[in-house]
């Protein structure tokens, strides 16, 4: 873990806000712990997969070829200790293939059932979804009742979709629920939306739930390209179930500025970053206010990473702030960096926003959110040219959240703010280079 600060002084007698960036670091593969008296470990743990895909009527013609391709490629990826199953649906849900170990005549038993599925039929995503997570196991698809506990393995449930839920389960905050119970049995999901038809808050919202990604495919031809990048993340998990945790000192608060749902215990604040893969960072951007307080006197948070398998360093790191002098507070050197990536996030935080207010027609609230942040930005910036031009381009933006967007632009902008939060680039985890 790595933490830097826009500033090491706070100014005395008054309050005051200081940013910071804690930059997380996945190791370089998954460690295995030794164990002289049994068989040679694999040089990865096996993973359980279940391959979810819609065949509703709209996916027919080159999307249908094109999902049948993706997931024939995934199949190929894994090997004999890993599990696999094959789940398609539109208003009838078909298991193609239990969850069973992927040898060589199940691959090819999947291939030939993938070869005959065709387009027809509604959405009735959360049966599929759930289909295919009952056979991973883990009792939170409570809605009937389902297997054995998932154990220590990797679950996840791979879903790609174009369209809308509009059979069985529905509504949201139920669909929302059931990603975070099956997530507190082992099973993860990442959602793939395709085109213009999909609802991009709920598949972005059920990953972000479950544990998982969320991807939006714009054409096709990347339906392959997206899916086989999450099944090689799956299979190069380094660190699971990864919690960055913060505790303040008196008269300290935190807000977390990367749009990520946290939680408090106590005095504790958790973000949950999900499994991390090998050479995986993300950064997150705080915004720590500090109360007034004397010359001299310091302010402090107290910071750690914690994981399932204590695969990072779980000792906490301490920041402090010490009050000082007008003069002194004023002259201190500035982290030029930290102030930029904190307005970048603001901004896109303010995207965010807006893009809600759009969504319910509410094009003046949207604009303004842009342009209040961009006055936040602007003052926050200073003098400083390139926090200046983040703040010009929200508001070059401004017009285009006002009015009513295409259903393509509203996603394009919707996956850009999630990957800026989730620090990730291209649909892929960034990862360390060099």
Known sequence: MHIQSDRALIPSGSSSTRFLSVTISAPAARPQPPDPSGPARAARPGVNVSLVLDRSGSMGGRKI???REAVAYAIRLLKEDDRLGLVVYDHVVETLLECVPATKAAKAQALRALEAIDARGQTNLAEGWFTGARSLGGPAAT???VGPAAGDRLSRV???TDGLANQGMTDHDELKQAAARLRAEGVQTSTFGLGADFDEELLSSIAAAGGGHFYFIE??????DLLASELGEVLDVAARDVVFEMRAGVGVSVAVLNPLPASRIGEVMRVRLGDLVAEQEVTLLLAVTCEARAEGERAWMDCRVVDREAVLH????????TAAGGEADRAQPVNRGVVLAAARMLAERARVQAL???RRGMFEDAGAALHDAAAQIDRLGGDDTAVQAVARLLLDEEMAFARRMAPMEMKARHFASYQ???SREEGKARRRRG
């Open 65 to 67: 070829a094109l999902a």
């Open 143 to 145: 809605t009937a009742g």
């Open 158 to 160: 791979l879903l790609l």
């Open 219 to 224: 054409q096709p031809q990347q339906i392959p």
């Open 314 to 321: 779980h000792e906490p790191m301490r920041v402090e702030w």
């Open 356 to 358: 809600a207010a759009n």
């Open 420 to 422: 800026a939060a989730y």
